[in-house]
Nanobody
């Protein structure tokens, strides 16, 4: 497993942007698929975006396509989520996840390592 620490959450008005970062420990970061998931109050945690070990394959949930971009920098052991055109319904705690699997499998099943989460609040 890897240790994951998210940052970059905050309060933003609708239409604004935020960039989340997730720093991973360990020397094998480049062997992991990475992902972002979110949990809104009273709801189940849901998949947002995943990225393959080399960044070549990405998946997004339909509600964020065209607005969010997942990327990674294996030299910095960091994965990012650029969020543009934010909507109040994007309000949630956002979690970073890692797993030695495919990005597609991770989108369906989550990861085996999780960060502590970072709050994103979008006001209308």
């Amino acid at each position: 497993q890897v240790q994951l620490v998210e940052s970059g959450g905050g309060l933003v008005q609708a239409g604004g942007s935020l960039r989340l970062s997730c720093a991973a420990s360990g020397r094998t970061f480049s062997s992991y698929a990475m992902g972002w998931f979110r949990q809104a109050p009273g709801k189940e945690r849901e998949f947002v975006a995943t990225i393959s070990w080399n960044g070549g394959i990405t998946y997004y949930t339909d509600s964020v396509k065209g607005r969010f971009t997942i990327s990674r920098d294996n030299a910095k052991n960091t994965v990012y989520l650029q969020m543009n055109s934010l909507k109040p319904e994007d309000t949630a705690v956002y979690y970073c996840a890692a797993d030695q699997t495919t990005a597609q499998a991770m989108a369906a099943h989550g990861g085996d390592s999780w960060g502590q989460g970072t709050q994103v609040t979008v006001s209308s």
